[in-house]
């Protein structure tokens, strides 16, 4: 079982800069990739970034630019830095482990954070 725990988000101003954190219990992180999602009110949940074991990253087009997935396999943790933040990108940031790598297979997995608000106002 993994556990996801998110954290670093708030109330920021257009324009600022939030680091989102998702510290990972277990021992698959390295081998997991990673994703993180929003959903605004009223709204379906959505891919925001995504990285892969290899550190290969994508992007949803509304942050190209402006946010930066990354990782600390020796800390466990995934990151999403998120700067030039706009109102539009208010929501619950959650963070997903969908799939890890062993034994020279993939195994699909669904494993979810609690969630962590990010509020974009003047």
């Known amino acids: 079982q993994v556990q996801l725990v998110e954290s670093g988000g708030g109330l920021v101003q257009p324009g600022g800069s939030l680091r989102l954190s998702c510290a990972a219990s277990?021992?698959?992180?390295?081998?997991?990739?990673m994703g993180w999602y929003r959903q605004a009110p009223g709204k379906q949940r959505e891919l925001v970034a995504t990285?892969?074991?290899?550190?290969?990253?994508a992007y949803a087009d509304s942050v190209k630019g402006r946010f930066t997935i990354s990782r600390d396999n020796a800390k466990n943790t995934a990151y999403l830095q998120m700067n030039s933040l706009k109102p539009e990108d208010t929501a619950v940031y959650y963070c997903?482990?969908?799939?890890?790598?062993?034994?020279?297979?993939?195994?699909?997995?669904?494993?979810w954070g609690q969630g962590t608000q990010v509020t974009v106002s003047s």
């Open positions: 990285i892969s074991t290899s550190g290969s990253t």
């Open positions: 277990g021992s698959i992180f390295s081998r997991s990739d």
């Open positions: 997903n482990l969908a799939r890890y790598y062993s034994g020279g297979y993939y195994f699909n997995v669904d494993y």
